[in-house]
Nanobody
Framework: QVQLVESGGGLAQVGGSLRLSCSASGFSLDYYSIGWFRQGPGAGREGVACLGPDRARRYGDSVRGRFTIARDAGTNTVYLQMKKLKPEDTATYHC??????????????WGRGTQVSVSS
């Protein structure tokens, strides 16, 4: 059974940093793409980052150059390092698997999410 549990959200100031973690179980990161999407108040889901089993990465346009996705295969954990945070980064961030690799933002399983709030 696929389970994804996020942690690491919180309150940050503009220009600050946060690191999110996602503990994955029920499958191996060696064989599946994993990453993050976010959903702000009253908004739809926005793809943030994807990391394929071949280590290929894809980022959403609004976060490219500021966010970095990485994984620890030994602990089946994926991380999202967020830097230069902006108020528009405020959202609930969900760890997710992808139904078609990192070729499209097609989310398969996801966790309950962790809240990130950026204050100006």
């Amino acid at each position: 059974q696929v389970q994804l549990v996020e942690s690491g959200g919180g309150l940050a100031q503009v220009g600050g940093s946060l690191r999110l973690s996602c503990s994955a179980s029920g499958f191996s990161l060696d064989y599946y793409s994993i990453g993050w999407f976010r959903q702000g108040p009253g908004a739809g889901r926005e793809g943030v980052a994807c990391l394929g089993p071949d280590r290929a990465r894809r980022y959403g346009d609004s976060v490219r150059g500021r966010f970095t996705i990485a994984r620890d295969a030994g602990t089946n954990t994926v991380y999202l390092q967020m830097k230069k945070l902006k108020p528009e980064d405020t959202a609930t961030y969900h760890c997710t698997t992808f139904s078609n690799g990192c070729y499209e933002w097609s989310f398969d399983y996801w966790g309950r999410g962790t809240q990130v709030s950026v204050s100006s």
